[in-house]
T-cell receptor, first 117, second 116 residues
Framework: NAGVMQNPRHLVRRRGQEARLRCSPM?????VYWYRQLPEEGLKFMVYLQKENIIDESGMPKERFSAEFPKEGPSILRIQQVVRGDSAAYFC???????????????FGNGTRLTVT | AQTVTQSQPEMSVQEAETVTLSCTYDTSENNYYLFWYKQPPSRQMILVIRQEAYKQQNATENRFSVNFQKAAKSFSLKISDSQLGDTAMYFCARKAGGTSYGKLTFGQGTILTVHP
């Protein structure tokens, strides 16, 4: 049973380019979360999605960032016109919907390290 | 803002010894969930242990145990018989109760180094 798969593992973009980060949740998981980890900091929540729906995007920057989780295919975090401050590790996590969903653990991917030059 | 604070940026311990990592948090809720995650150099986030706030008994997972002090809003992690493979960054995290999704608030992390 494959875990949460993120690709690419490393992504280098020049300022002004677009970055697309992909996440395939664990099999059977329909809840996807994106977190960002800046250097020397803990993870910060960005967005929570279910299939075709954004449920909570309270941690997303207002501009240039968007996320989707289509009916078919992986979840995508898209950053337009990247700037140096976007350099970070971006983690995707998934969870299953269970009867006691409050303590369902998050399963994290290995992250995508974005470097903006 | 409801925060999670890890006051020890770095800790070190000798192999086979015991080490305790501290974590305090701020919340106005009565029901919530607490976690410790381990992040080795590979960057993978690994769940170490979790605690439900309404349970008084401290959680344990093999060599890992917690000291949960609800009134003090403290949630420390004790690692017994430390092993070289325990070297990693450790994050404390909190999740609000009453919601059915994984919006975690993380602390800043503690770098743990286990010396041979």
């Amino acid at each position: 049973n494959a875990g949460v798969m993120q690709n690419p593992r490393h992504l280098v973009r020049r300022r002004g380019q677009e970055a697309r980060l992909r996440c395939s949740p664990m099999k059977g998981h329909s809840h996807v979360y994106w977190y960002r980890q800046l250097p020397e900091e803990g993870l910060k929540f960005m967005v929570y999605l279910q299939k075709e729906n954004i449920i909570d995007e309270s941690g997303m920057p207002k501009e240039r960032f968007s996320a989707e989780f289509p009916k078919e295919g992986p979840s995508i975090l898209r950053i337009q016109q990247v700037v140096r401050g976007d350099s970070a590790a971006y983690f995707c996590a998934s969870s299953a919907r269970t009867g006691t969903a409050d303590n369902s653990p998050l399963h994290f991917g290995n992250g995508t390290r974005l470097t903006v030059t | 803002a409801q925060t999670v604070t890890q006051s020890q940026p770095e800790m070190s311990v000798q192999e086979a010894e015991t080490v305790t990592l501290s974590c305090t948090y701020d919340t106005s809720e009565n029901n919530y969930y607490l976690f410790w995650y381990k992040q080795p150099p590979s960057r993978q986030m690994i769940l170490v242990i979790r605690q439900e706030a309404y349970k008084q008994q401290n959680a344990t997972e093999n060599r890992f145990s917690v000291n949960f002090q609800k009134a003090a809003k403290s949630f420390s992690l004790k690692i017994s018989d430390s092993q070289l493979g325990d070297t990693a960054m450790y994050f404390c995290a909190r999740k609000a109760g009453g919601t059915s999704y994984g919006k975690l608030t993380f602390g800043q992390g503690t770098i743990l180094t286990v010396h041979p």
